[in-house]
């Protein structure tokens, strides 16, 4: 197959992992390996390897990507790449011999059916393969939310989100998810005030970092003045040594209790995280 087809194909791969595994393969600086490893199979010619032989077996992709093996990321979308690439040829009339030296070849499809490079076969497949993609991406938002719901247990999570709120357009970038719920809401602090987003108001969202944390409640005693500057997200406060469950940052709990007294000691439970 062409070599367009090959990167389209390992595009479609890519996005099913994605799916599957609930990671994040899209990053700006993944797409130069995928598309190398889409191709990578056929430099066989130029290194003086006879054709779809050594490079077109099961265990070349493994080979292939052991010097990537430092980075999950990159490791996982070679390896995904590169297997397209055999997955792709699998389908043409040549076949391939999966157990080179091993002279059998392999087929996935029926000999009527298979596709010749260059053909109007490989036109239709190639058209079907960017349509699948397209109709992935645009389901990206949902897959980007469930992930965000698996792994906000033991990850900080910073995304690119655009949401409606009062029918006004709102575009945050490299926001931090604080808070989620239920499948169904997320929250990232605004001015130092919780904000809660609800999955039918998200446009688009993306997740653009992640980091490994451990999560733990703790208490702190605080005055009223250092409440309003913070934007930690507090769970519960006390006065009068009664606890009452609260959601929100230090500056939410303020705006409800202030009193005019700046120095009014209060106790909260508060959210805090190590890498």
Same mark, same amino acid.
């Given at each position: 197959m062409r070599w367009i087809s090959h990167v389209a194909i390992?595009?479609?791969?890519?996005k099913l992992v994605?799916?599957?595994?609930?990671?994040?393969?899209?990053?700006y600086y993944l797409w130069p390996v995928i598309a190398l490893y889409a191709v990578m199979p056929d430099f066989d010619s130029i290194v003086g390897i006879k054709h779809r032989t050594y490079t077109h077996t099961l265990y070349a992709p493994f080979i292939a990507t052991i010097p990537l093996l430092f980075s999950p990321?990159? +490791? *996982?979308?070679?390896?995904?790449?590169?297997?397209?690439?055999? +997955?792709?040829?699998?389908?043409?009339?040549?076949g391939l011999p999966l157990l080179?030296?091993?002279? =059998?070849?392999?087929?996935?499809?029926?000999?009527?059916?298979?596709?010749?490079?260059?053909?109007?076969?490989?036109?239709?497949?190639?058209?079907?393969?960017?349509?699948?993609?397209?109709?992935f991406t645009m389901a990206a938002s949902t897959t980007e939310m469930d992930k965000i719901f698996y792994y906000h247990r033991n990850?900080? *999570?910073?995304?690119?989100?655009? +949401?409606?709120?009062?029918?006004?357009?709102?575009?945050?970038?490299?926001?931090?998810?604080?808070? =989620?719920?239920?499948?169904?809401?997320?929250?990232i602090v605004e001015g130092k005030r919780l904000k809660i987003i609800g999955k039918d108001q998200i446009i688009s969202i993306?997740?653009?970092?992640?980091?490994?944390?451990?999560?733990?409640?703790?208490e702190i005693r605080t005055t009223m003045k250092r409440l309003q500057t913070m934007d930690g997200l507090i769970t519960a406060y006390s006065t009068n040594y009664v606890w009452r469950?609260?959601?929100?940052?230090?500056?939410?709990?303020?705006?409800?209790? +202030?009193?005019?007294?700046?120095?009014?000691?209060?106790?909260?439970?508060?959210?805090?995280? =190590?890498n």
């Open positions: 390992a595009t479609l791969f890519i994605e799916i599957s595994l609930l990671i994040d393969l899209s990053s990321p990159a +490791f *996982i979308a070679a390896l995904t790449a590169y297997l397209s690439h055999i +997955f792709a040829d699998l389908l043409t009339p040549a080179y030296p091993k002279p =059998t070849v392999y087929h996935l499809l029926p000999a009527a059916w298979r596709i010749k490079t260059g053909s109007g076969g490989e036109l239709i497949l190639l058209a079907v393969v960017l349509l699948l993609s397209a109709s990850h900080d *999570i910073w995304v690119d989100i655009s +949401f409606y709120e009062n029918g006004v357009l709102k575009t945050f970038n490299e926001e931090k998810v604080v808070w =989620t719920n239920s499948k169904s809401r997320i929250g993306k997740i653009v970092r992640m980091e490994s944390v451990e999560r733990y409640e703790r469950d609260f959601l929100g940052t230090g500056r939410d709990l303020f705006l409800n209790l +202030f009193d005019g007294n700046w120095k009014k000691k209060i106790e909260v439970r508060v959210i805090a995280s =190590t």
